[in-house]
């Protein structure tokens, strides 16, 4: 027999759960007479200034609480599952799918592919709409959860259902229209793959997509990951430096006009497209507040601008090492200029400082593969042997998986650290936690 509710796996200290006695183990039934059915409805109603929720204790006695608060204040408590329901699998065969890029043996929750709506509010993943009921959409405007992001790769319904390899991925563009009509504000993506959805169709889609602002904030153009396990898929090839010249031309024709219209830029191209076109960086104001940071739009940008700050900083406080310190750095080939320039500045304000920043190419999944975020623990400890790394080896946080200590290839960091015998810090995705990992300011 199935158990009722939603079980909790933990109360926040000094919220109302608490107060109210809540414990971990207990199961949330209703709130205000309804079944809670996943996270869409626990969101929508906990809203109201009083509520009334049915607990059931471990005894399993019931426990109807009256509850006033805030307008939006929320409970306090963390959920086993955060989707307070099951995950939703893709139902896609995308040409361009990292996924089906992978080699085997790796452990099984890295060939999850999600595609659930209900992420994407949560936790801010893209979906296609393809595994978005009618219902769903119906909940999200009744509910009016948003942002909502969407991966659209192109509007053209026919080359959808080809490049998602799904017969309904274009039909399910219409899903659109009704929440923009909905009033949803929504973000987007386009994972550009050459000879596919680039150059005309790529005009194309962004035409189409301008008609949804201002309820769809921006879009973001990256480019295809290709992987060296691309045996039996659909042929890709990389884009060369012209090809990201040419993509980056065209986003900032459309920026330009985009801008004129709506006082928004709207269409953005991910830090991929200027390393490889070997251009510069636009400027932070061309980011409208950096809403496509985890596509890659803008972090290199952010970074930068987050370290001036804290370099002024320090320099007004007159902060100065008082004895040498040495370290690295390891990251991708796709930031490392960028990391070594910002280090070089360091070095020059701090003359007990040496800092060393090494490149670690990505032989685990091609070296097609620049980012840091897809490096393994084996190619750092590969890579990194013998080498001088100093009191401290400082990592990005973006190398491990999301609240682990475990990298893609399950390596831990104290195994890596055991190996390469030396201490391994991990800096936050901040200018601020760059500079002060960097100088050892705890």
Known sequence: MEEKGHVIRAVNPGSIAQEMGIEQGDRLLAIDGQEIRDIF??????????????????????????IDKEYEEDLG???????MDDYRSCRN??????IDQ??????DTLYFKDDDSRLSFLQGNYVT??????????RIIRYHLSPINISFQTTDPELRCKMLHNRFAGEALKKVDRLYA???????????????????????????LTKYIPQLESVSVVPVGLSKYREGLYPLEPFTKEDAREVIAMIHGWQEEIYALHGI????????????????????????????????VGMVRLLKEEVKE??????????????KREVSLATGLLAFRYIQEMAEELMRMQSHLTVRVYPIRNDFFGELITVSGLLTGGDIQAQLMGKELGEELLLPQNVLRSGEDVFLDDMTVSELGNTLQVNINIVKSSGRDFVKKILGIR
């Open 129 to 138: 709409l393809t595994n978005t009921s009618e219902e769903d959409i119906d």
């Open 265 to 296: 830029h709207f269409i953005h191209a991910s830090d991929e497209w200027y390393i490889l076109a070997e251009l510069p960086l636009p400027e932070a104001s061309r980011y409208d507040g950096y809403l496509q940071l985890e596509n890659g």
């Open 77 to 83: 408590v963390e959920f086993e599952n955060g989707l």
């Open 93 to 98: 065969r995308c040409i361009f799918c990292f």
């Open 102 to 107: 992978m080699p085997k043996g790796m452990r």
């Open 182 to 208: 909905g009033g949803i504000r929504m973000n987007g993506q386009i994972v550009l793959c050459k000879g596919v959805n680039d150059r005309g169709e790529l005009n194309r889609s962004i035409r189409d």
């Open 41 to 66: 409805d626990y969101q929508y109603y906990i809203q109201d200034e009083y509520i009334e929720v049915l607990v059931e204790k471990h005894s399993g006695e019931e426990w109807l609480l009256e």
């Open 310 to 323: 804290m370099l002024t900083e320090l320099q007004r406080s007159g902060f100065r090492l008082q004895k």
